[in-house]
């Protein structure tokens, strides 16, 4: 339901376009034909409780404070008009700012340079990337789309598929150097693992059959941009999305490990509330998105 404030900007933006449109003039004599703007004058007079029109008048007069009133809705409507003949210039919603939260590594390794490429294509598009907390904890108020791993349970939620997501295991040259590289995903108890959020198993399959590992943690972190710099120093051997690695992979600073066993997980997706009508810049970068990531799993396929 609108505020008193917006029905009185409403009735000023009505008294400024019926002068306007029927080329009432001050100082015009009133009459019956002039009713509309009489009528829209004292309900301005009413909501405000200002006189606008000069009391016993029988031409079209404002006091002082009315003639500001009038002055201020003429420029409002103008400033209106200006943005309407701007807008239906716009062939599409491609102005404004998208807002997308990922996961901190996904977001600095995958999704920040796919973002610069994207503004560059469209430079009336501003882009905000945050770095996540879980989903569940999102502020939906200040975010278009959040970027993560796995589909969505919660109902309210829309989730598109942007890209494959492949978790490997990956440890420094210097780690296999100094302590020999796992055969098979039972070795791993043997190794010093890097673990995230006190993970006590992971997850491994090969020809249908899927099986556990325990896994006794050497060191333990809640933050995966401090488990992948622990992984890159040599400290062990960690679990990471190929999208959190990919450069350290290219660059062999990290080195695939167990590369015959797959390791079930979710793909990444695109998440937005139901409810909310999805503007057509973030559609956009939606699309973006899927091209380059699908394009760019295609070339990481041909790596491994």
């Given at each position: ?16 376009k019926?002068i ?88 600095r390794?995958?999704?920040c ?36 791993i ?17 978790q ?31 993970i ?59 590369s ?45």
């Open positions: 339901m609108p505020n008193q404030l917006q029905l009185n900007l409403m009735e000023m933006i009505n008294l400024a019926i306007q449109e029927n080329g009432f003039a001050v100082g015009g004599s009133l009459t019956d034909k002039n009713y509309p703007v009489i009528e829209t004058i004292k309900q301005l007079e009413s909501a405000l409780h200002l006189q606008l029109q000069e009391p016993e008048a029988t031409t079209l007069q404002f006091t002082a404070v009315g003639e500001r009133v009038l002055e201020s809705s003429q420029r409002i409507l103008n400033e209106l008009e200006v943005l309407e003949q701007h807008l239906a210039h716009q062939p599409t919603d491609l102005i404004g700012n998208i807002s997308i939260s990922a996961p901190a590594d996904i977001g390794q995958c999704i340079p796919l973002l610069e490429q994207f503004a560059n294509l469209h430079p009336e598009i501003s882009v905000e990337l945050l770095t996540s907390d879980p989903i569940g904890n999102i502020n939906w108020s200040n975010v278009d789309l959040i970027i993560c796995g589909p969505q349970s919660d109902s309210r939620l829309k989730a598109l598929k942007i890209a494959p997501n492949q490997i295991i990956c440890a420094s040259p210097t780690y296999i150097e100094d302590h020999g590289s796992p055969q098979t995903p039972y070795d791993l108890t043997n190794h010093q693992c890097l673990v995230l959020n006190h006590q198993h992971w997850r491994f399959s090969l020809a249908d059959n899927v099986f556990e590992i325990p896994i006794m943690g050497y060191r333990h972190t809640n933050d995966g941009e401090i488990l992948r710099q622990w992984a890159v120093a040599g400290a062990g051997i960690a679990q990471k999305s190929i999208w959190e690695v990919q450069t350290d992979i290219t660059a062999r600073r990290l080195v695939p490990l167990l015959e066993y797959t390791i079930p997980v979710g793909a990444l997706y695109a998440v937005y509330p139901l409810r909310q009508i999805l503007p057509e810049r973030c559609r956009r970068l939606i699309h973006f998105l899927q091209e380059q990531l699908t394009e760019q799993a295609r070339f990481l396929d041909v790596i491994f």
